[in-house]
């Protein structure tokens, strides 16, 4: 079965961390862009953070540069989001998903994951 399944999430301090993983079964990833989106209550999904199967070149929205970092480990069929000095417009749930290239737009992304529960409070 082809999917993506995110992990990683949970509640923590403003200030804190969080290494969020998107692991593949069903395929590989080597040959795809991997893109990090979150969703918070009453808003649009966005892009947070995309990582390129190419040369792995990494990019990310402005609200997380300098705090979020993608990475992939092709060995492993994961890609990671650590997430330092989180704050509380960081909650949200963060979905993982493919694409061909890092840029795409949302609705050329697929396989979903359900998702993971990121919340930021004191």
């Known amino acids: 079965q082809v999917q993506l399944v995110e992990s990683g999430g949970g509640l923590v301090q403003p200030g804190g961390s969080l290494r969020l993983s998107c692991a593949a079964s069903?395929?590989?990833?080597?040959?795809?862009?991997i893109g990090w989106f979150r969703q918070a209550p009453g808003k649009e999904r966005e892009g947070v953070s995309c990582?390129?199967?190419?040369?792995?070149?990494?990019y990310y929205s402005d609200s997380v540069k300098g705090r979020f970092t993608i990475s992939r480990d092709n060995a492993k069929n994961t890609v990671y989001l650590q997430m330092n000095s989180l704050k509380p417009e960081d909650t949200a749930v963060y979905y993982c998903?493919?694409?061909?290239?890092?840029?795409?737009?949302?609705?050329?992304?697929?396989?979903w994951g359900q998702g993971t529960q990121v919340t930021v409070s004191s």
């Open positions: 990582i390129s199967s190419s040369d792995g070149s990494t």
């Open positions: 998903a493919i694409a061909r290239v890092c840029g795409s737009p949302i609705y050329e992304y697929d396989y």
């Open positions: 069903g395929f590989t990833l080597d040959y795809y862009a």
